[in-house]
């Protein structure tokens, strides 16, 4: 079974970047994707970046041109930077895991990190 465990995030200031880490942990030569999903108060669920294994990274609108995702594999992390933060890029922050293992296929979810970012 794979685990993720998200750090980093806490409190940012307006204009700064920040940086979000996410490991695994257990059978990771099963994950073939890592991504990030944030929900701030109030409001749905949005996902963020996505890497594959391969290193193709696809980002949505939200934070495009502003971010950057990356997979450390001899450390088997995901990196997420955003820079240019904003007020609205205030939320929780999750990574989670797509593994296939032994003929089947599930999502491994982190706790997930605050990230605030500071007027």
């Known amino acids: 079974q794979v685990r993720v465990v998200e750090s980093g995030g806490g409190l940012v200031q307006f204009g700064g970047s920040v940086t979000l880490s996410c490991a695994a942990s257990?059978?990771?030569?099963?994950?073939?994707?890592i991504g990030w999903y944030r929900r701030a108060p109030g409001m749905d669920r949005d996902e963020v970046a996505l890497?594959?294994?391969?290193?193709?990274?696809h980002y949505e609108d939200i934070v495009k041109g502003r971010s950057a995702i990356s997979w450390a594999k001899n450390e088997n992390t995901v990196n997420l930077q955003i820079f240019r933060l904003k007020t609205e890029d205030t939320a929780v922050y999750s990574c989670?895991?797509?593994?296939?293992?032994?003929?089947?296929?599930?999502?491994?979810w982190g706790q997930g990190v605050q990230v605030t970012v500071s007027p």
């Open positions: 989670y895991a797509n593994v296939g293992e032994s003929g089947r296929s599930y999502v491994s």
């Open positions: 257990g059978n990771v030569a099963g994950i073939y994707s």
């Open positions: 890497v594959y294994r391969d290193g193709v990274a």
